[in-house]
């Protein structure tokens, strides 16, 4: 299976850092990233490979979306079939 | 490699996130014709023993897949056989069957269940005037039971007996709950050209020409129409429709998405996505907002009835390339205690029950969670039932009132019920009584179907 994981934060030292040892902790292959500086604001969008992560895709998901809010950063971790669906035909 | 565009995944994020879109139900139908028998107790505990194995993982399921694609699922819900029908096969207390799927209802953990119904546009058969005059005392004693009478269709006509019965019943279950700002009321829908697979509550039931069990799902978006069509505020008429039809595609897309990954995890075929727009009380998740953006000064000024049938013939429109199998309400919903925009435009006395009647000509449904003064009479919640069933009738679409009388208040005063229900300002009723013509009781004769002038 496939994720998305989006990161939006005002933009720091580390950010790429801290996320992708979160990620590699939690048994998440990071298989694309696309990083950009909009208007100050860091906006990273990393395509995983969740085949063999350690917990439940669930617990997942919230485990990073609260790791980001202790970092300042709003992060979401999204099957990446929702994505297909909405604007693929 | 992502091979998705970062800015189509930074918008769903965005409708999630700021824009209120949401999965507004999944919806297991479960039929329990298997489960009649002549003797009720019997009866009851097949039921309850249905429902609990058959929704058992529902609930969880739910919570799974909204974790999993970051979408969340506000309701999980269960529609059922109508229950007049099992009264049918035996004597005994309707009421017992309210208590067989209140007890399974808070087993599965669904926030409501659906069915404690009966379909008598033609007559009443067995089974059916005990379990009506039993909907009062139903939705009194329980917290999630959900009932819905169909009155009329557009094969059969109306049956007035029942509406005049009917406008008796809900004015009933308003008293009984008096101390809960009538919540009883709210819980009552009634039907002409019912459908057999609406998601939605509290009209939903489960058809008796539907599978033994379906999943059904309702999504929502109103806010990211309005959002939408924000963006875009010189655009022409076209373009608006054009915006929604694209908007609706997508939302109904995540629809799909969820209806096939709840089937496939609980094994239970998939039925329908219903393509609404449903609101809620919160600030952007409202449909009178959507048709404001349109450019009306307030929700019920000249031109609403007009963007409505513009909005919600786009949505069906974008909404059907979404999906495989479309059904349900499918359309624009207007209920006002649950939209932030039909709320404001109430307590500001521009949108009006006259207005609102004629919105239901073009749009999904009826006349939705509207408190009307407390002394108002049967005679008269009848009169505005016959006269929304007379536009479902001839337009041959589904329509339906769901009227509170607000017991002990009067215009100017509200009901609050808090959560998706919403606040319902009290709005003014005609109060010249149409008590001859409802006494007459009968049926208003089917439609012709040529000549549609």
């Known amino acids: 299976m496939k994720a998305v994981v989006t990161v939006v934060g005002k933009d720091t030292i580390g950010i790429f850092a801290k996320v992708s040892t979160y990620l590699a902790g939690c048994g998440a292959n990071i298989i694309g990233v696309s990083q950009t500086i909009l208007d100050d604001m860091f906006v990273m969008i990393m395509s995983l490979d969740v085949d063999r992560l350690t917990l439940p895709f669930g617990e997942f998901a919230d485990g990073i979306r609260a790791y980001g809010e202790e970092n300042a950063l709003v992060i979401h971790a999204m099957h990446e079939d929702i994505f297909h669906s909405m604007h693929r035909i | 490699m992502i091979n998705l565009n970062p800015s189509d995944i930074l918008e769903t994020i965005r409708m999630i996130e700021d824009e209120n879109l949401d999965i507004r139900t999944i919806t297991m139908g479960i039929s329990l014709l298997d489960c009649a028998d002549s003797n009720i107790d019997a009866s009851c505990q097949k039921v309850y023993d249905k429902i609990c194995r058959k929704a058992e993982h529902l609930v969880q399921t739910g919570e799974e897949i909204a974790r999993e694609y970051g979408i969340p699922i506000i309701n999980k819900r269960i529609s059922v056989t109508p229950i007049a029908m099992l009264a049918a096969t035996g004597n005994g207390d309707p009421l017992k069957y309210a208590f067989a799927l209140e007890k399974a209802a808070k087993e599965v953990g669904v926030n409501y269940l659906g069915g404690y119904s009966a379909l008598v546009q033609k007559g009443f058969s067995a089974g059916d005037l005990e379990l009506i005059r039993s909907i009062p005392e139903a939705l009194s004693v329980t917290d999630h039971i959900c009932s819905s009478v169909n009155i009329g269709s557009t094969k059969a006509g109306i049956n007035m007996d029942a509406v005049r019965l009917m406008g008796e019943i809900i004015r009933s279950a308003a008293e009984k709950t008096a101390d809960r700002d009538s919540v009883g009321a709210s819980k009552i829908v009634v039907f002409c050209n019912a459908v057999e697979d609406n998601p939605f509550m509290a009209g939903a039931f489960h058809g008796v020409g539907e599978p033994d069990t379906v999943i059904n799902v309702g999504v929502s978006g109103p806010g990211v129409v309005r959002s939408a069509l924000s963006h875009r505020p010189d655009a022409s008429i076209q373009e608006i429709a054009e915006t929604v039809k694209r908007t609706a595609f997508k939302i109904t897309r995540v629809g799909q998405l969820v209806a096939n990954e709840a089937s496939r995890r609980l094994d239970v075929p998939f039925g329908i996505v219903d393509l609404s727009l449903a609101p809620t009380p919160a600030v952007g998740d409202s449909v009178a907002r959507v048709l404001e953006e349109m450019g009306l000064e307030e929700c019920g000024c000249a031109g609403t009835t007009a963007c409505l049938a513009l909005l919600n013939d786009a949505v069906k429109k974008g909404g059907v390339m979404a999906s495989s199998q479309v059904g349900g309400l499918s359309g624009a919903f207007i209920p006002v205690s649950e939209d932030e925009g039909m709320i404001a435009a109430a307590r500001s006395g521009g949108l009006k029950i006259e207005k609102l009647e004629a919105m239901t000509a073009v749009c ?49 005063e509200e009901v609050d019920y808090g959560g998706l229900f919403g606040t319902a300002p009290v709005m003014p009723v005609n109060p010249a009584s149409p008590k001859k013509f409802i006494d007459r009781g009968g049926r208003i004769p089917a439609p012709l179907q040529s000549l549609k002038n």
């Not at chain 2, 009826?366 to 337009?395: H, K, Q, R, W, Y």
């Open chain 2, 364 to 412: 999904s449904v009826g006349l939705d969670m509207i408190a009307i003064p407390g002394d108002t009479p049967p005679e008269v919640i009848s009169g505005i039932i016959a006269d929304e069933a007379a536009i479902g009738l001839i337009n041959t679409k589904t329509t339906a009132v769901r009227l509170i009388p607000a017991i002990g208040k009067t215009v100017g």
